[in-house]
């Protein structure tokens, strides 16, 4: 598949120095990553893209080759007059990226190869809010244990470990500052990880991150789902609360200190219900999980039973739906409509060409985008919407973990040559093709 | 002054081939750039900044000296030991940015050199809703060739001109789409401008482009103002309406089709006051000129008067504010709590370093930045209004102006090679300092 990297929670790019090791350096991202973006390609073709001469490149492959990162492909005949050509591709198998999940009900640990192949995932309840932050952190490190496990049986290079939470995250100092939903606050994740990882660490040295899981799903969008390579979009996640992550020209929009896309709380209406947070008329009031069971049902109705798991719950509302259940419609016609009313405010403001609605909104989509795109046409100020389209996640909740993942190899398109030389027997560079 | 130059109106940044004529201009850009965000500096300073050597960096200069782009300064010693070093530093005075502002009721020419030093700005009062299109063009054309002939008379390259309107604008095709307030839809401004000027662009060949003034007002606080280089700021525009214009990561956020800063009818309060749009309790409704109008005068009050000036009319407030008169006080009151809750929106989703004021904002802000930042502490998520100041802007109505001009002169740090050669007395680059 294609896939579409794109720099993450690092300091934001500014002009670098040219010198000759670091043009190589450079120049074998800018193969990798090229790859990665366009999929398979002849060495002709990455030259003709790239402007680079046609004998860097065959040396660059050749490079990028030995240390696993691409592969030859089948022979084949450009035009009708000279030598067969090979193609090269991305070869994802020999390194992978870590993305943990901690959410308030679960966590879930995936592994994905530099193609955004699935190596491993794994989802392990866990009742999130009523345990210390140390015996959620003692249960992430066990799941991502298993995690690296299963990179070293497949001969795979674990590169990164990036852990999705819902929270304003100091990203720069690894730390969660606060976590409402999860009852944390200033929880060092990332000390916390590697103190618990010093063994498999000590044999893979990589780099641990934590990051807001609604900027980790927006780079997963970006990198996977539906909807990637889009270089301007918001990804919108549907829980208890509602997130948004923004990717700006290809680049996660974090803020100055990580704690962009807090957008539940735009009071929509001072007169509307009671938040959480103590005003009235927030956003999550009216689209968040609580808001559309309120809408749909009763306290004493089964879908409002506390003890439902959230797959149980959304298939209940979702079956009675697809029968007709005329409460149900409404209510998630004015969920609809009030997801409009708020992402009109996100796409006034930065203009996307996409936005993705993730999480629960996902499962539910198919009733709640006609009357959200009614109340975009009526108030977003740019004709057309913006030309910004409303596209339902592939990802769903999966959208975080996979972000992590991505993020984590990162490391590998930024600087090819953190991954060791594989195979003594270099593949031969003849600028065929 | 130091300047902080920012990518501006273009397609955003992906990685590039690097070859070797490639790689000079790129290092010629870079070591330009570094001067002008770091000010004046030593060649070994600049080569322990960039990681470029220090031979590298002699005959870079050397050849921005004889481009006119950089000066050598007085002699120093650098320590106890050692020749004496010169500095270099940015010389502004080769080149000229040009900005033009076409607003509701004037245009605006500045020229700008490289260091963002003022050589010629100028304002003619101009009722512009009253007139067709051409006719304005025609006078933002004569405006404009004012300008370029200031470059000649002072022996100064011309190198660009950018328009802001207050407008949602396609860069790229350079029409106004619809500007709401000036009464033009699909105006092709740059094509206008280009027909009007062909005597002057024959002579100097150079882009044209126009852009949103929000946008260019918040490239002229990056570039210039009171927060000058700080990467992540929000700028709002108080005028009859409210725009916004955002630096995200020191990059404008322009949006998929640069129609970003729309946040003038994000909706407040539905039971609100009726707005222009149709709907009620809009933000500018609330902190419009109009709506802090309606809150601080009668309709028959001399204040309130369509035929006073836009400067006499805020004089006439901040008087009255001044001379402590209640409903003057109360009416700013309310426009700086209507400031702090729509910011708090923008602020929680893109948690910005900066949020500047500007237009009339600014010139009120005494008496906005209390209220405002009460709204702010107790509606932004983040602790400590996540790390983001407000400020009022030093630019005042010149921000976009300034603005467009900065975007100007972003040509010459793109690619400082587009400046011909001046001097045929090459300095020489002995590698001192």
Known sequence: MTVHPSPVLRSLASAQPADQAAVRRSNLALVLRHLGARGSRSRAGIAADTGLNKATVSSLVAELVDRGLVREGEPHRAGAVGRPGKDVALDGRCVGGIGVEVNVDYLTAVVLDLTSTVLFEQRVALDVPSLPPEDVLDAVAGLTSRAIRECERRDVLPVGVTVAIPALVDVAAGVVAFAPNLRWRDVPVVRGLADRLTGPLAEHPMPIRVANDANLAALGEHAMGGVAGTADLVHLTGGMGVGAGVISGGRLLGGAEGFSGEVGHIQLDPAGHECGCGRRGCWETLVGMAGMLRLAADADDPVSDPALGLDQRLDMIRC?????????????????????????????????????????????????????RAELRARVIAPDIGGCRVELSTLGFAAASRGGANAALEAVFDDPAIVPIRSAARVSATGSG
């Open 320 to 372: 009675r739906a697809e029968t007709g259940d005329r409460r149900t419609l409404d209510a998630l016609e004015r969920v609809g409509a009030g997801l409009g009313v708020g992402a009109a405010i996100l796409i006034n403001f930065v203009n996307p060409r996409a936005v993705v609605l993730g999480g629960y909104f996902a499962c539910l989509g198919p009733y709640l985008l006609g009357p959200m």
